[in-house]
């Protein structure tokens, strides 16, 4: 099976993506222009994408003291991706778009993530542009936006600073008004900002005629002291090149210099920057101080900032789940092919006979089936979760606000699942491999390399996991956690009907049954600290929970399907399920174990005794 026939009968067999064809916003579309997007995606990915993989890997962006050097194939890649019109996929015809929904863009963008993960910034400049259409002016919309949606301009998001990463609320960088009638700029409240942001992608490079830097800064208060907490956090549009209303450079550069790129474990395609804002290196009309216009309201930036979360987060998900899934492929391959061993008979191994191919033992068989059920699985959550998106913006109200609710708790688990059990499988491709996986002469070191990434960008693990113990599941009184619970409750019934599907549904039931009375302990005594002390134990298990749920449902489209073709990879899915079920969910209990009992030996181990 490769990954296009899996991904297929997700969309198709497993959540009917093709249904949204009869929604008002999609009636243009029908199985045949999302199979059109998707032959056009792969061919680009392809031809465009996956043969420079390796180059991207080894010719690390330099900086010139000029300017920022990338290889050709990065430009020409870009140009392609630019050209197919998926910057702009999910937007509104008038203004260019498709129409198209999120979950064939997502899975349409799940083949560059596959085939070159690093060389493709395009979620970044989309996400940037999608969220000024939200929160925007009209102007701020027609200059910075559509100039990204067409590839011209590209985006950033300047969130994290040298002492704020995971802690947002102690961003530094600082914003005031630039003179007199900074409210009335055509652009926007017209600000100066100074302060430094680390870790950012394609913060400096010459793919596009302007980058558009969306920066989170704090505006003082009286007394020129920083608001403390989240509160005071605000968000600015900060181009590289200063633009007139037409969108035209003006000539001028912004005071955004590139103090330097960070040198990355992978995905080292993109460029990674520590970026200083206003420190007077490129001063405008004779000041040092960056020009940001103000996105929304002061004081509401990181509100605007996490309305594009659970699409970037489902992003990162994907991009970790594609990577795991170019490394089963590639393992697959090798082990399809690689002679090595004899069989155990009862008397002993016959030297006598020819090797046998390494995908005979039955360990590597468990290797492959790891990977299969991470993998594939993964691939199921996201998409699911990306159908979600699309209920929330096109369903009826009811149906609308349960997708919400539903993405809100299960948004950590599709950014924190694939992250680390796709980097899992990487790492088996690598053992599948054995010595020759651990050279360069291989891709599977370097998708493992490039997955390492996942779980700590977009919120770490162990922000996720206090973001789903400490906040999802208690929101709304518990609602979103009954909501999925329904869910699975229905899926259980239908699969406990199916005489080989019915010990799983009986696990499954178990497994949720304990998640709730875990929740329930874990809160017992009200104190966070108890209860947050074993939040990633938590994510981990109700993580593997999730996707018994979806490999239960997976395995109840696939009989559907299987009736009448598809004999092969019908038995694979069921295999990859058995597997899940047999080898993984059991792992819930000693991960829920210490989440109930509330052990605090971690929280509690001296600093001195490490
Ligand atoms: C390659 C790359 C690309 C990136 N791209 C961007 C980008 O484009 N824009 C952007 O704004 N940022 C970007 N980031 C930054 C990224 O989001 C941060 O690295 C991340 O949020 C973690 O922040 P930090 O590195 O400061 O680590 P820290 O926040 O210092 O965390 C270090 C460790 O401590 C743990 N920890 C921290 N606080 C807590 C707590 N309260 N409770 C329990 N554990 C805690 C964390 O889980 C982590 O394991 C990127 C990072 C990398 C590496």
């Known amino acids: 099976m490769n990954a296009r026939n899996t991904l297929d009968f997700l969309l198709y067999d497993w959540i009917q993506v093709h249904s949204l064809g009869d929604r008002p916003r999609f009636a243009d579309h029908s199985r045949e222009t999302f199979d059109a997007v998707l ?7 392809r031809e465009k994408y996956a043969p420079f993989n390796r180059l991207v890997d080894t010719q690390e962006p330099q900086f010139d003291g000029e300017k920022v050097i990338l290889p050709q194939a990065t430009h020409e890649a870009q140009k392609a991706y630019a050209a197919s019109g998926m910057l702009s996929a999910a937007q509104d015809y008038d203004i260019g778009g498709m129409q198209l929904p999120y979950t064939v863009e997502a899975a349409a963008n ?3 993530a596959m085939a070159s993960v690093s060389i493709g910034s395009g979620m970044l400049t989309t996400g940037n542009a999608n969220l000024l259409m939200v929160h925007g002016t009209e102007l701020q919309k027609q200059v ?5 949606f067409s590839g011209r301009f590209s985006g950033t998001m300047c969130l994290s600073e040298p002492q704020a990463g995971s802690s947002l609320s102690d961003v530094a960088t600082r914003a005031v008004p630039d003179g007199e009638g900074f409210e009335s700029d055509p652009l926007g409240p017209r600000y100066r900002l100074k302060g430094n942001k680390m870790w950012i992608s394609a913060g400096e490079h010459e793919l596009t005629e302007n980058i558009i830097h969306l920066v989170l800064a704090k505006i003082p208060g009286e007394h020129g002291k920083l608001v403390p907490g989240t509160r005071g956090i605000s968000l600015f549009i900060v181009p590289k090149k200063l633009v007139d209303t037409d969108g035209q450079l003006t000539g001028e550069r912004n005071d955004v210099a590139l103090a330097g790129l960070n040198h990355k474990c992978g995905w080292r395609g993109t460029t990674n920057t520590l970026l200083n804002f206003g420190e007077g290196k490129y001063p405008v009309r004779g000041e040092a101080g960056a020009v940001g216009y103000l996105v929304g309201q002061p004081g509401k930036g990181l509100h605007c900032m996490f ?19 170019a490394g089963y492929q590639a393992s697959l391959d090798y082990a399809k092919n690689r002679p090595q061993g004899r069989p155990m008979g009862p008397a002993g191994k016959d030297a006598a006979q020819p090797q046998i191919r390494i995908i005979e033992h039955a360990d590597v ?20 979760c990306a159908r979600l998106v699309d209920e929330q913006h096109t369903g009826d109200a009811g149906a609308a606000d349960d997708a919400r609710l539903l993405l809100e708790v299960l948004t950590p688990i599709a950014k924190s699942w694939p992250s680390e059990w796709c980097l899992e499988a990487n790492s088996l491709a690598i053992q599948i491999h054995g010595g020759y996986g651990y050279t360069r002469d291989f891709p599977v070191e370097q998708y493992w390399r490039d997955n390492r990434l996942n779980m700590i960008h977009e919120g770490t693990h162990g922000i996720q996991g206090m973001d789903l113990l400490g906040r999802k599941v208690l929101m709304e009184e518990g609602r979103g956690l009954q909501l999925l619970a329904a869910r699975m409750q229905a899926t259980i ?25 875990a929740t329930r302990s874990a809160w ?11 939040a990633v134990p938590y994510l981990q298990a109700f993580g593997h929970t999730v996707l018994a749920w979806i490999w239960l449902d997976v395995a109840l489209a696939s009989r559907a399907k299987a009736a009448g073709q598809g004999e092969a990879a019908h038995t694979g899915r069921l295999a990859a399920a058995r597997y899940f079920f047999h080898y993984e969910l059991p792992k819930i209990g000693a991960w829920l174990k210490v989440v109930e009992s509330r052990d605090l030996t971690c929280a509690d181990c001296p600093e001195e005794a490490f």
């Open 39 to 45: 032959d056009t995606c792969e061919r680009i990915a």
């Open 110 to 112: 799940s083949f560059f």
């Open 493 to 517: 019934e239908q699969a406990g009907l199916i005489a080989e599907l019915a010990p799983h549904a009986s696990a499954l039931k178990e497994a949720l049954r304990h998640v709730g009375a």
């Open 307 to 325: 309305h594009m979360m659970n699409e970037a987060r489902i992003g990162v998900g994907l991009a970790a789940t594609m990577l795991g899934m």
């Open 524 to 534: 017992a005594t009200g104190n966070p600290t108890d209860a947050l002390a074993n």
């Open 144 to 148: 910075f936006a559509l100039n990204e």
């Open 365 to 384: 068989k468990r290797m492959l089936l790891a990977q299969k059920a991470y993998c594939e699985g993964a691939l199921a959550l996201e998409l699911y």
